[in-house]
């Protein structure tokens, strides 16, 4: 499976995505919806 990423690089380019999101929509969203999906 070629777009199998490796967890890591996974996790990276999704705190990247979610980053950029918070970054258009705004602080209050983007603090929500991080702490929902990125798990440090």
């Known amino acids: 499976r070629s ?9 990276r380019r ?5 980053r950029e999101f918070a970054a258009s929509h705004g602080p209050e969203l ?3 919806d ?3 999906h990125i798990v440090n």
């Open 3 to 11: 777009n199998d990423l490796r967890p890591l690089e996974r996790r």
């Open 34 to 36: 991080t702490n929902c």
């Open 14 to 18: 999704l705190a990247a995505y979610w």
């Open 30 to 32: 983007s603090a929500r």
